[in-house]
């Protein structure tokens, strides 16, 4: 799908310029899950512009199907991104005074499509959020948020789906949840890019590429994957296990799954 090559983004500010990447090669096929880490100010931001059609190399070759990105001019880079891109990103961009509808359906509305509120209305149900379609975002906690951000990504059904920091700022339980829908729409045939600070969310993906002053330093296969289903189950039973072990202390009789009511 995507084939980067020898990739350099300089970035001029006055007579300072710094070099974001550094000469990239990087490879990602169709139904890939890939977890781009690595320090902070190593390039990874600038390499998910670049993935994305946001933003071109200054030097260097990028195809996405074939087409080459390095020379499309603003038009043809905003044409690709509506074709095939859906986008998440932390702080997750939503309007505030808008309904989780109309967030969704929004970039529809640009794109002229039809079927929007249908396809709105879909994405909501997909991410699990069928019941708060009418909700403002500060209306919804910060994982729900970041939900409706996802429906968004993926209600135009995208060939690639990029992340950065998507469960950045959120519980555990929530990242989990973000990453369950990630790894469901990969089950699906989706190719999911991501990038993420925290290992213990990169090994959700399938591969691993650690980026460090604007190169690729290491790329790997992930052995021991995680899955989210699992991971959210064992989480539901050590909060249950924790509800027993403080019923016992206090001689509280309440049965776990009322005390456990919002979550
Ligand atoms: N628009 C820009 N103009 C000038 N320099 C930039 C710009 N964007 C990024 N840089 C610089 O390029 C380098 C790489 O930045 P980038 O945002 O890609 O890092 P990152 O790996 O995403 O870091 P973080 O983990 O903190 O998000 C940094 O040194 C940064 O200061
Ligand atoms: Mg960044």
Do not use: W
């Amino acid at each position: 799908m995507l084939h980067i090559r020898d990739v350099r983004k300089i970035y001029t500010m006055g007579d300072q310029t710094v070099q974001a990447l550094d000469g990239i090669d990087l490879d990602i096929f169709d139904g890939e899950m890939v977890a781009i880490m690595g320090p902070s100010g190593s390039g990874k931001s600038t390499l998910m512009h670049i993935i994305g059609c946001l933003d071109t190399p200054t030097e260097g070759s990028y195809k996405f199907d074939d087409e080459e990105v390095s020379e499309m001019d603003e038009v043809q880079l905003a044409d690709i991104r509506n074709r095939k891109i859906g986008f998440v990103f932390q702080g997750f961009n939503l309007l505030s005074r808008t309904s989780a509808l109309e967030n969704v359906e929004l970039p529809m509305v640009y794109g002229k499509i039809p079927d929007r509120r249908e396809r709105a209305v879909a994405a909501l149900e997909r991410v699990g959020l069928g019941n708060r379609i009418d909700h403002k975002p500060n209306e919804l906690s910060g994982g729900q948020q970041q939900r409706v951000a996802i429906a968004r990504a993926i209600a135009m059904a995208p060939r690639l789906i990029l992340a950065d920091e998507p469960t950045g700022n959120l519980s555990s339980q929530q990242s989990e949840e973000i990453m369950q829908i990630f790894q469901e729409l990969n089950d699906e045939g989706g190719t999911v890019v991501m990038v993420t600070h925290e290992p213990d969310i990169g090994r959700h993906c399938k591969r691993m590429v650690t980026i460090k002053d604007g190169r690729v330093l290491e790329d790997e296969l992930i052995k021991d994957r995680l899955n989210a289903t699992i991971e959210l189950a064992r989480l539901a039973a050590e909060r249950e296990l924790e509800l027993e072990r403080r019923a016992n202390r206090t001689g509280n009789t309440l049965k776990p799954a009322q005390a456990l009511e919002p979550v």
